[in-house]
C-alpha cells in the first residue's frame, strides 16, 4: 500500500497534473497542518518530501494509470485533456484509451469524473474537488503528505479522518 501511495502522491498527481497542467514548482510553504495529540497539546505537522523524478518515465505513467484507476471516479481534472497526458508521459495513443480512458472514449476529451459534484456531496459530505491544479495550489509535499496522512476516526461519518485536511469528509485512499 505504502509503494501505491509512494508512486501516485509522487507520481499519479506531482507528475502526471504538474507536468500536463501546472508547475512543478509550488510554494508548500505553509507546512501541512495542526493536530491535537493524545495530551490534547496542538503539535505542527511537517510536510514530507514528495519523491517526484521527473527523468523516470514508468514510474509517471504508473502513476497516471493510478490515478486515472483510483482517482479520477470521483475527481475530475477539468483542464487536462486525456491525450496531453500521452503526449507528457509518451504513452502510445493508444494505450491510452485501453487503459487510461475511464469516463470517455474521445481521447481529446478532459478528465472529467461525469457526476455532479452537488450528487457527490450529499453522498460524501464534501464535493471531491477538480484536481486539474491541485498541486500547483497546495504544493507537491502537501498532497504528497495529505495522502500519507489518513487515519481512522470512528466520529466520522465515513469512519476515516486526516491529520492534514482535519475532518476531511471521506478517504482518498481507501
Ligand atoms: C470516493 C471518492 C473519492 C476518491 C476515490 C478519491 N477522492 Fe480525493 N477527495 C474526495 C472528497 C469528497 C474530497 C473532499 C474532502 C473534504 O474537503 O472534506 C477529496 C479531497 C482530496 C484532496 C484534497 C483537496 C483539497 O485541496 O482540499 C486531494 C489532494 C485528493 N482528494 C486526492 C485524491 C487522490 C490522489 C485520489 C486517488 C488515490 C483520490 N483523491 C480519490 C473523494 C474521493
Known amino acids: 500500500m505504502n509503494t501505491l501511495i509512494k508512486s501516485l502522491a509522487g507520481l499519479g498527481l506531482g507528475a502526471a497534473l504538474t507536468l500536463t497542467a501546472g508547475s512543478a514548482l509550488a510554494a508548500g510553504g505553509g507546512g501541512c497542518g495542526t493536530f491535537t495529540n493524545a495530551e490534547g497539546v496542538e ?43 500521452a503526449k507528457d508521459l509518451e504513452i502510445p495513443p493508444e494505450l491510452v484509451e485501453k487503459y487510461l ?13 461525469e457526476i455532479d459534484p452537488e ?25 504528497y503528505t495529505y495522502l500519507l496522512s489518513f487515519y481512522e476516526d470512528p466520529s466520522r461519518p465515513w469512519g476515516a479522518n486526516n491529520l492534514v485536511l482535519a475532518n476531511a469528509a471521506i478517504s482518498c485512499i481507501a
Not at 456531496?121 to 484536481?131: E, N
Open 43 to 85: 503539535e505542527h505537522l511537517a510536510c514530507s518530501t514528495a519523491p517526484i523524478d521527473f527523468t523516470n518515465k514508468g514510474s509517471l505513467q504508473n502513476g497516471a494509470k493510478i490515478f486515472m484507476n483510483y482517482c479520477a471516479g470521483c475527481h475530475s481534472a477539468q483542464y487536462v485533456r486525456h491525450s496531453r497526458i
Open 119 to 143: 450528487v457527490q456531496a450529499s453522498w460524501f459530505g464534501a464535493a471531491p474537488p477538480d484536481l486539474s491544479l491541485e498541486t500547483r495550489l497546495r504544493g507537491d509535499d502537501w498532497v
Open 101 to 113: 480512458m475511464v469516463t470517455t472514449d474521445q481521447i481529446g476529451d478532459h478528465i472529467n469524473a
